[in-house]
């Protein structure tokens, strides 16, 4: 969905469930069954117990290659860190995957780290090093961001220092390291699929945060949907 900042962030907040079920049953009158029926399924795969940090990447196809592959693999939450390089998404590229993932942006890794952290997050970066911890080998018990440099230089000597954990995807060739889009669409086919298998790991969204997502979504699929849906909100909830 479009950038979660302080315009969208807290739409549906104090609400109740109930309420949030209200409000979307009217919403979801004014687009398709078979759209309801995407939803209903869809969000039952997405997690936030898996994240993604992107930091100052320059090409924005890059970017907008990882937002896809994020909402391929049901990966909710992407965070941009924009110390040096803008970010907007690239159509061609994340063929509408803005739409359906949340993306957030900051202005610098620490204050990204901090907020993580504050959410119950391990932060682990993402290094060719050679003794660090191989992707299939990642302990992911506890939610995990990933974070990605940018496609030069890498991390930033800030953002490897201050992280909890160092992780590597293993190569074989000449070439010392993946195209940041391509390490990201593997990194998170391995650990979504790890996490998945792994009954103890309890990385499905719960039910108000489901009903909640479905509210964004729809209002994706809604012609004017912020003012539709705060219409309804008006008339389903007198505020």
Not at 71 to 76: E, I, L
Not at 109 to 135: K, S
């Amino acid at each position: 969905m479009p950038e979660i900042n302080d315009s969208n962030r807290d739409l549906f907040s104090g609400y109740s469930r109930e309420q949030k079920e209200r409000l979307y049953q009217a919403a979801a009158e004014l687009f398709s069954e078979n759209k309801r029926a995407l939803f209903d399924r869809l969000v039952l795969n997405r997690t936030r117990h898996i994240c993604v940090v992107l930091e100052d990447i320059f090409q924005s196809h890059n970017a907008s290659a990882v937002l896809r592959s994020c909402d391929c693999f049901g990966v909710q939450d992407i965070h941009v860190v924009e110390e040096r390089n803008h970010y907007a998404p690239n159509s061609d590229v994340s063929m509408g995957s803005d739409k359906w993932v949340d993306y957030y942006k900051h202005p610098d890794i620490l204050q990204t780290y901090d907020e993580l952290r504050a959410r119950g997050y391990r932060i682990v970066a993402t290094l060719p090093h050679e003794n660090d911890t191989l992707i299939t080998q990642l302990d992911i018990t506890q939610p995990t961001a990933l974070v990605f440099g940018t496609e030069l230089t890498g991390l930033t000597p800030e953002a490897i220092a201050h992280a909890d954990g160092y992780v590597k995807v293993p190569m074989y060739g000449f070439t010392e390291s993946f195209n940041i889009s391509v390490c990201a669409a593997l990194s998170l086919f391995c650990l979504t699929e790890k996490m998945r298998s792994d009954p103890a790991i309890d990385w499905q969204l719960d039910a108000d945060e489901q009903i909640t997502l479905k509210l964004y979504w729809a209002m994706q699929v809604i012609r004017d949907g912020r003012h539709v849906m705060d219409h309804l909100r008006q008339t389903l909830l007198g505020s």
